[in-house]
């Protein structure tokens, strides 16, 4: 379904990605798990292929790709209706006027109903809370019925409710329409009772496997090049690195999410 | 007031209301007022340059649009948008000093340019008006979704294979012949409020795009014949009443914005 093969991508002489390797079946749940800076919306650029890598491959099996970019700003004031920004994923690139079509419209109904989203469709995008507007952006990603959705920290920035509300939206669409859902985030937490799969990571250089293989200490500490210990705690998994305030590295110091779990 | 020499402005000014209602939508979800505001102070020279030279006034400011064009989109390549477009915007204006300065232009008719004339379209303009807003708003149909896109998201556009680095350029473009044939009839300090002004009212009034372009195209159309009607009875600039009505039109907007929210956060 999707492989990257030893992919390398360089900034400006800095490396961001080193030797990247993975393979998602079709139908997994793989979380992107990496602090602040470590290369999550590069390589899913990649994947896109707005990035172009050093080094490597990345085989798509040329199937078409939805994305849901990080951090989309919408502006309250733009008069566009939710089903408008739907459609939009549609047939955003298309020239000319959209001409009303009933078969256009009922695939963007189809869409906002999958999204559970009928109830706000004909709201101004502006104004609908965070979690509604990410069920617009995937819904807006899926309408041309992709087998491969990309989200780049789609859970940031929502509240404990909704960010449960939209991994377990993404877990029924990956179940039920087998789609491969490949979804980045800093905390790994909110994704534990869905994912299949896991990507850490870190240094530029990643590790893959399932959860049980990667979020190990022997393995994370062989990927940050220092002590690290994954404890598990009421279900929940905390990944600290070992050592005193001197020993305290740069690279922990921006995990700043590990840090307040430990307290 | 609707006698022979006042039916030129009158087809003129219709012609460019309705472009700059249409264009102008686009200026306001694309957050692109600053270049609205800059290129048609950058083509207002064009006028002068094609005085000295003797040729048609629509093709000098043309010409200067096309200048003002290539000047943002070079220097933006190579830093902000917004500087590249004061960078071009004091380079074109220092180019229309040294043609002023070259040309036996009257103060009156650099006014005009400024602040808009009423009594300033010929016959022979109309053509050329009608000729350059039928290809901006061809342009802005045709494009219609794709600069939709790219104004919700940069990033979206990309993923959809909508090129929004193009789609940028081609805006550009459009707003540099909209802007180009408004300022004879408004003035180059006024195409801005006739851009901004009809569109951001209409945005708060409805949710639908193509319902608040309509609205855009008819408040601008209205502006610019109230200002006309009542330009020529008082005999005060055009340009006050097209700013006038631009600031009306936007206050009466965000009013009925704020009740329409007021009203579904009390349903
Ligand atoms: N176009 C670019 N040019 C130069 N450097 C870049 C570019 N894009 C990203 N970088 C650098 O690459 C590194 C990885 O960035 P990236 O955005 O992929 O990280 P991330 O894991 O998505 O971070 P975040 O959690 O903050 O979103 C950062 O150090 C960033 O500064
Ligand atoms: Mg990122």
Redesign the pocket.
């Known amino acids: 379904m999707l492989t990257l093969s030893s992919i390398s991508v360089a900034?400006?002489g800095?490396t961001?990605l080193h030797n990247v390797d993975f393979t998602l079946a079709q139908g997994s749940f793989c979380g992107l798990i990496?602090?602040?800076?470590?290369?999550?919306?590069?390589?899913?650029?990649t994947i896109l292929g707005l990035?172009k890598p050093d080094r490597g491959t990345v085989d798509t099996g040329g199937h078409e790709i939805g994305y849901v970019p990080?951090k989309i700003q919408l502006d309250p004031f733009m008069p566009l209706r939710a089903r408008d920004v739907v459609a939009l994923g549609l047939d955003g690139n298309r020239f000319g006027l959209p001409l009303p079509s009933a078969a256009r419209r009922r695939t963007v109904d189809a869409m906002l109903t999958a999204v559970d989203a009928t109830g706000f469709a004909d709201r101004r995008v502006g104004d609908l809370s965070g979690g509604q507007q990410q069920r617009i952006m995937i819904a807006h990603a899926l309408v041309r019925r992709p087998k491969l959705l990309l989200l780049?920290?789609p859970l940031a920035n929502l509240d404990l409710r909704s960010v449960a509300e939209v991994v377990s939206l993404l877990h029924t669409l990956s179940f039920e329409q087998r789609i491969t859902v490949l979804l980045?985030a800093?905390d790994m937490n909110p994704l534990l009772p869905v994912m299949d799969r896991i990507v850490y990571?870190a240094n530029g250089s990643s590790v893959s496997g399932t959860v049980g293989e990667v979020v190990r200490g022997a393995v994370l500490s062989r990927l940050y090049g220092y002590h690290i210990d994954v404890i598990r705690v009421h279900g929940r998994v905390l990944v600290v690195a070992a050592g005193g305030e001197d020993g305290l590295d740069a690279d922990i110091a921006c995990e700043p999410v590990h840090v307040t779990q430990i307290r | 007031m609707f006698s022979g020499f006042m039916i030129n402005t009158w087809i003129a000014a219709s012609i460019v209301a309705a472009t700059a209602g249409l264009v102008g939508f686009f200026v306001v979800v694309r957050g692109a007022s600053f270049a609205a505001h800059a290129l048609p102070l950058s083509i207002f020279p064009g006028a002068a340059a094609a005085a000295w030279l003797g040729i048609n006034e629509i093709g000098g400011l043309v010409a200067f649009a096309a200048l003002g064009v290539i000047g943002i989109d070079a220097l933006s390549r190579r830093g902000r948008p917004e500087v590249a477009t004061a960078l071009t915007l004091v380079m074109l204006l220092g180019l229309g000093t040294l043609f002023l300065s070259r040309t036996t232009t009257y103060a009156q008719e650099v006014y005009g340019l400024l602040f808009g004339q009423v009594l300033g379209i010929g016959a022979a303009d109309i053509t050329p008006i009608a000729l350059v807003s039928a290809a901006a708003a061809g342009a802005v149909l045709l494009l219609f979704r794709p600069l939709l896109l790219s104004a919700v998201s940069r990033d979206l556009a990309q993923a959809r294979g909508a090129a929004p680095a193009r789609t940028d350029l081609a805006f550009l473009v459009i707003l540099a012949m909209a802007s180009a044939v408004a300022l004879p009839v408004v003035g180059a300090l006024l195409v801005f409020s006739l851009m901004v002004g009809p569109a951001a009212a209409a945005r708060n009034l409805t949710d639908r795009a193509g319902l608040a372009i309509a609205l855009s195209v008819a408040i601008s159309l209205l502006t610019v014949w109230a200002a006309i009607a009542l330009s020529y009875l008082t005999n005060w600039p055009v340009g006050f009443f097209v700013g006038f009505f631009g600031a009306l039109a936007y206050g009466l907007g965000r009013g009925a914005l704020h009740l329409r929210r007021a009203r579904r956060a009390m349903a």
Request: proline share 0%; charged share 20%.
């Open positions: 900034f400006a800095r961001i990496g602090s602040n800076g470590s290369g999550k919306t590069t390589l899913l650029r990035v990080q780049d920290e980045s800093h990571l």
